[in-house]
């Protein structure tokens, strides 16, 4: 049979996305990275758009491709991914689904590391900005709803619950991203959502379900 058609509940709305991993150079040959495919926030990007949204989607470089009816904005480090972000600003709503590299290497090499038999090079890292808790920490230009994600391998809903605070977004999507779910890299996810009022476990479904449910809360949120 048929679906039905997706009602338009977020028809005149500008919606942020962030989604994929970040890669960060190493040398010019070499980088930092994290297992994430970018599926989730592919599909929340989709579902987003099929509701009408205008959506930016600003992406690392994830092994999905991006969504179709949404602007690509294409970034491969973690300082590219919040000046995507800032540029993209306003919103009525941000959903920050990157697994943003939490490192980055201080001074990457111009030219190709070799073995010049001083033994293996240390890698000096330091943090990355966040981008969730400055998008959040926005005065006027703060979105309305801005939703982060907490992927954990364990303590999941207590890390989660802090990371919502300490971020000071409105609402978090915990998930177990232990190698055992099979979730990192797999077509389903069990998530928790958490917000001021309250959390709810929701049943392992697809990412696809997971991102149509998403969409749908946040078009109440903001209607
Ligand atoms: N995030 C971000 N910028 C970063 C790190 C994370 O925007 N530099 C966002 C992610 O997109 C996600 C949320 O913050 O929505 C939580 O990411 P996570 O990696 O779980 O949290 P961290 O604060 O990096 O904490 P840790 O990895 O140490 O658990
Ligand atoms: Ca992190």
């Given at each position: 049979?048929?679906?039905?058609?997706?009602?338009?509940?977020?028809?005149?709305?500008?919606?942020?996305?962030?989604?994929?991993?970040?890669?960060?150079?190493?040398?010019?040959?070499?980088?930092?990275?994290?297992?994430?495919?970018?599926?989730?926030?592919?599909?929340?990007?989709?579902?987003?758009?099929?509701?009408?949204?205008?959506?930016?989607?600003?992406?690392?470089?994830?092994?999905?491709?991006?969504?179709?009816?949404?602007?690509?904005?294409?970034?491969?480090?973690?300082?590219?991914?919040?000046?995507?972000?800032?540029?993209?600003?306003?919103?009525?709503?941000?959903?920050?689904?990157?697994?943003?590299?939490?490192?980055?290497?201080?001074?990457?090499?111009?030219?190709?590391?070799?073995?010049?038999?001083g033994g293996p090079p240390t890698l000096a890292l330091a943090?990355?900005?966040?981008?969730?808790?400055?998008?959040?920490?926005?005065?006027?230009?703060?979105?309305?709803?801005?939703?982060?994600?907490?992927?954990?391998?364990?303590?999941?809903?207590?890390?989660?619950?802090?990371?919502?605070?300490?971020?000071?977004?409105?609402?978090?999507?915990?998930?177990?991203?232990?190698?055992?779910?099979?979730?990192?890299?797999?077509?389903?996810?069990?998530?928790?959502?958490?917000?001021?009022?309250?959390?709810?476990?929701?049943?392992?479904?697809?990412?696809?379900?997971?991102?149509?449910?998403?969409?749908?809360?946040?078009?109440?949120?903001?209607?």
């Amino acid at each position: 049979a048929a679906l039905a058609p997706v009602a338009r509940t977020l028809g005149g709305k500008h919606l942020l996305v962030t989604s994929g991993p970040t890669h960060e150079p190493i040398d010019p040959v070499r980088y930092i990275a994290n297992r994430s495919s970018g599926a989730q926030g592919t599909a929340i990007g989709a579902a987003l758009a099929e509701r009408g949204a205008r959506v930016t989607f600003v992406t690392g470089p994830a092994s999905v491709p991006p969504p179709s009816g949404v602007e690509v904005i294409r970034v491969e480090t973690a300082g590219e991914m919040l000046a995507a972000v800032q540029a993209a600003l306003p919103a009525d709503a941000a959903v920050m689904a990157a697994a943003v590299a939490d490192w980055h290497v201080v001074s990457a090499s111009g030219q190709k590391l070799k073995k010049d038999g001083g033994g293996p090079p240390t890698l000096a890292l330091a943090q990355n900005p966040d981008i969730l808790a400055a998008v959040a920490g926005l005065g006027e230009s703060r979105p309305r709803l801005v939703v982060g994600f907490a992927a954990e391998t364990e303590n999941v809903l207590e890390h989660a619950r802090a990371k919502r605070l300490r971020k000071g977004c409105d609402w978090i999507v915990a998930n177990d991203v232990s190698s055992a779910t099979g979730i990192m890299g797999g077509t389903e996810n069990a998530v928790t959502l958490i917000t001021a009022g309250g959390e709810e476990a929701w049943e392992r479904m697809g990412k696809d379900a997971v991102a149509a449910r998403l969409a749908d809360r946040i078009a109440q949120a903001l209607a």
